[in-house]
């Protein structure tokens, strides 16, 4: 009987956790960055095409087709949340 209790908290406990995160297309698996860890080609390319912006939240995507995209967020000048992807070698591959 203890056990059995056991294995249902633990099965809920994993369903509950499972379900916070969400992500923004089903079989991406997103992992928050620090900026000095995002590729340098990546950084370069979203200063270049975003000057004098400063992400507010940076992370890698690892997208279903097996894909890295490295997500910069930040605030344009009218203070809207915009979003841009690149790969590894500062290719921009999407931008919100």
Not at 41 to 63: L, Q, V, W, Y
Request: glycine share 10%.
């Amino acid at each position: 009987m203890k056990r059995q209790l056991l294995v249902g908290l633990a099965i809920a406990g994993l369903v509950a956790v499972g379900g916070c995160k969400h992500n923004k297309e089903e079989g991406d698996h997103e992992t928050p960055m620090a900026m000095s860890d995002m590729p340098a080609a990546a950084t370069a390319a979203f200063h270049r095409d975003h000057p004098g912006m400063n992400p507010t939240k940076t992370e890698k995507e690892i997208e279903k087709d097996g894909s890295t995209r490295y997500v910069f967020e930040f605030k344009d000048a009218n203070g809207k949340k915009q979003e841009v992807e690149y790969d590894a070698s500062g290719t921009q591959q999407h931008e919100d």
